[in-house]
T-cell receptor
Framework: DTEVTQTPKHLVMGMTNKKSLKCEQH?????MYWYKQKAKKPPELMFV???????INESVPSRFSPECPNSSLLNLHLHALQPEDSALYLC????????????FGPGTRLTVL | KQEVTQIPAALSVPEGENLVLNCSFT??????LQWFRQDPGKGLTSLLL?????REQTSGRLNASLDKSSGRSTLYIAASQPGDSATYLC????????????FGKGTHLIIQP
């Protein structure tokens, strides 16, 4: 299985809602990533988990809360988001020493009203 | 901090042409470089991964070259087809462990039937 899956594909939420994005991989990768991509911009790194521990947080606001319950799963909990947080959220995975490249999921299109 | 530049930003050509997409990066101490394709609103599909010890990597009609010392990579697309229309992103990998990718802004490619 060489696939990264993400759910849901689309999400619309109000600024007072709490929601979660989910990501799963079964390639035995021990590094997982969240990226944010705004329209017509390249992806920007948000968080990196290595061996289920948060290793990189790129100064992301606390309204985004990542969680890595096990080596195959990665969640992104959302609370009190702003309309400017609307974007495509991409999950990726790789070997910890990333010599085999990163593999990306299809993304979740998030709209904050 | 790695900075990545992709030229041209956009390209529109009739089908059948051979194309060259350019990528330059400021930190030449990289382990590898990935070329990705992204269709509108979709995730990233890895096209080619070229290791720092390699000069070229080929997959079908795609060929990527890497000149690590000069901080340059090119993606060559032979006999372009309308289905090649997408945004192409390059991402050099500099980290020794789990580390995010730094992307260029991409080349938006349109192949006219």
């Amino acid at each position: 299985d060489t696939e990264v899956t993400q759910t849901p594909k689309h999400l619309v939420m109000g600024m007072t809602n709490k929601k979660s994005l989910k990501c799963e991989q079964h390639m035995g990768h021990r590094a997982m990533y969240w990226y944010k991509q705004k329209a017509k911009k390249p992806p920007e790194l948000m968080f990196v988990y290595s061996y289920e521990k948060l290793s990189i947080n790129e100064s992301v606001p606390s309204r985004f809360s990542p969680e890595c319950p096990n080596s195959s799963l990665l969640n992104l909990h959302l609370h009190a988001l702003q309309p400017e947080d609307s974007a495509l959220y991409l999950c990726a995975s790789s070997q910890v020493i990333g010599l085999e490249g990163q593999f990306f999921g299809p993304g979740t299109r998030l709209t904050v009203l | 901090k790695q900075e990545v530049t992709q030229i041209p930003a956009a390209l529109s050509v009739p089908e059948g042409e051979n194309l060259v997409l350019n990528c330059s990066f400021t930190d030449s101490a990289i382990y590898n470089l990935q070329w990705f394709r992204q269709d509108p609103g979709k995730g990233l599909t890895s096209l080619l991964l070229i290791q720092s010890s390699q000069r070229e990597q080929t997959s079908g009609r795609l060929n990527a070259s890497l000149d690590k010392s000069s901080g340059r990579s090119t993606l060559y697309i032979a006999a372009s087809q309308p289905g090649d229309s997408a945004t192409y992103l390059c991402a050099p990998y500099s980290g020794g462990g789990a580390d995010g990718l730094t992307f260029g802004k991409g080349t938006h490619l349109i192949i006219q039937p």
